[in-house]
């Protein structure tokens, strides 16, 4: 299994309050990617980062913010959190874009109440 | 942003039978993952297919990438209760990664 962590593996939390989700990789890979699932609307891309220091927006990155000040290191943060953000979220990583496996941690199940 | 439709969303079967679902999309795919995804666990990789036309098989799983590099197929033959999951295809063409939003297939006994 690709070494890719993902903490908390559950939370609960309130609206309003502040959130980070961190992403750890073992493996070296340049590229790591945030990932919402909602029944429906599949994976949907929040951000991503093509190094320490670079990241991108996906397709829904309103109200989320991201890190990486290492390369093993990926934080999602929700600054205010929203009801409408209680989803689950995966990390994933790869060597390179294009035909590179994505190998994905096991999500954290957040709950905005 | 690419998209990437699958069909059916969802498809219940009973053991035994074959089934097929699809990944389309109106974007050419410099190539084209199928992942799957159990319950509780992040998806993982069965096959990329890369070349127009290419027709990857592993076990009773056969996945064909279109002549124009625009759609995808997954066959299972004699599928069986272990197949039951999400099977997501992902488009590769960008740093965008784009997911279809996937096939949630169910196995009866």
């Known amino acids: 299994d690709a070494g890719i962590t993902q903490s908390p593996r559950h939370k609960v939390t309130e609206t309003g309050t502040p959130v980070t989700l961190r992403c750890h990789q073992t493996?070296?890979?340049?590229?790591m990617y945030w990932y919402r699932q909602d029944p429906g609307h599949g994976l949907r891309l929040i951000h991503y980062?093509?190094?320490?220091?670079?990241?991108d927006k996906g397709e829904v990155s309103d109200g989320y913010s991201v890190s990486r000040s290492k390369t093993e290191d990926f934080l999602l943060t929700l600054e205010s959190a929203t009801s409408s953000q209680t989803s689950v979220y995966f990390c994933?990583?790869?060597?390179?874009?294009?035909?590179?496996?994505?190998?994905f941690g096991q999500g954290t199940r957040l709950t905005v109440v | 942003t690419q998209l990437l439709e699958q069909s059916p969303q969802f498809l219940s079967i009973q053991e035994g039978e074959n089934l097929t679902v699809y990944c389309n999309s109106s974007?050419?795919?410099?190539?084209l993952q199928w992942y799957r995804q159990e319950p509780g666990e992040g998806p993982v990789l069965l096959v990329t297919?890369?070349?127009?036309?290419e027709v990857k098989k592993l076990k009773r799983l056969t996945f064909q990438f279109g002549d124009a590099r625009k759609d995808s197929s997954l066959h299972i033959t004699a599928a069986q209760p272990g197949d039951t999951g999400l099977y997501l295809c992902?488009?590769?063409?960008?740093?965008?990664?784009?997911f279809g939003k996937g096939t949630k297939l169910s196995v009866i006994p």
């Open positions: 994933a990583i790869s060597g390179a874009t294009g035909n590179t496996e994505a190998f």
């Open positions: 493996e070296n890979h340049r590229y």
């Open positions: 980062s093509y190094g320490v220091k670079d990241t």
């Open positions: 974007s050419v795919f410099s190539s």
């Open positions: 297919v890369v070349t127009g036309g």
């Open positions: 992902r488009g590769a063409g960008s740093y965008q990664l784009t």
